[in-house]
């Protein structure tokens, strides 16, 4: 069992605390001691986000550790997210802390990361898809765009091993008729996000118009104008909000089954 460098915080201000690394059979197990603070979350946060790609799964042992705030327990879900999410980062969490554990559930860690009371069911927790994982994406303004939106939503899903949970057709649908509608009325680059969020696939275009979206009046005989007639019907919900910058129109698909 190899060992890695300890890492102690910038500035003695900042509380304490020691991060050791140990690695066996692909699995880093890293043991937090000390105090969790604003001045060192920088400090942790870099070190499993560089972990998390090099190891198969990475399991922190929280037992040794104590948390300044709330707040800062988002760490770990931001260390996740920037080291390419589930599955490519694959992070559990051990503790038998029962205050620690509820801070997790309240904070909503524990829906991004697996959280056990011991070291092998945290790892095997590793590989099962988290409660809530999302993704975004950034388009150029081109009609060829929507295609490439349909095919990276498509592939994450893969990824995420939703892709019997929700109808593809629909998905191929509803995407690509939101991104056209970006393209159509937007005058710019647009970002698509997906956010599976236990059994709800929330989609959003989001782009930098600000006309109204509408569902038009049906018409056989109009070559355009019905795309959020088709989104209303293929998705469990739909709607648009105005931003700082635009709007977002946005989608949810109600998953069914298991994931696989």
């Known amino acids: ?112 990361v697996a959280v056990a009371q011991a070291h092998e069911p945290a790892r095997q927790g590793c590989d099962r898809r988290p409660g809530v994982v999302h993704a975004c994406w950034t388009f150029a303004h081109d009609a060829t765009s929507p295609g490439a939106a349909r095919r990276v939503v498509r592939a994450k899903l893969v990824e995420w091993q939703a892709t019997d949970q929700v109808d593809a057709d629909d998905l191929a649908l509803v995407v690509g008729e939101l991104a056209t509608n970006a393209v159509d009325h937007a005058d710019s680059p647009y970002t698509v996000t997906a956010r599976l969020d236990h059994d709800l696939l929330h ?28 989104v209303a019907a293929a998705a469990t919900d739909w709607g648009w909000q105005r931003t700082a910058s635009g709007k977002q129109l946005w989608a949810d698909f109600r998953l069914t089954g298991e994931p696989g």
Request: glycine letters at 10%.
């Open 1 to 112: 069992m190899a060992a890695m460098p300890t890492s102690h915080p910038a500035r003695p201000d900042d509380g304490y605390l020691t991060i050791t690394t140990t690695v066996a059979a692909g699995t880093a197990t890293v043991r937090l001691h000390g105090t969790l603070s604003a001045g060192n979350r920088p400090g942790l946060v870099d070190h499993l986000s560089a972990s998390l790609p090099v190891f198969d799964r990475v399991v922190v042992d929280l037992d040794g550790l104590r948390v300044e705030r709330l707040d800062l327990l988002a760490a770990f879900g931001e260390a996740v997210d920037r080291a390419g999410g589930w599955p490519h980062a694959r992070l559990g969490l051990v503790t038998g802390d029962a205050a620690l554990t509820e801070a997790l559930r309240v904070s909503g860690v524990a829906d991004q």
């Open 203 to 230: 989609l959003v275009v989001a782009d930098q118009a600000t006309a109204t979206p509408a569902l038009q009046p049906v018409d056989p005989a109009a070559a355009r104008g019905r795309g959020l007639q088709m």
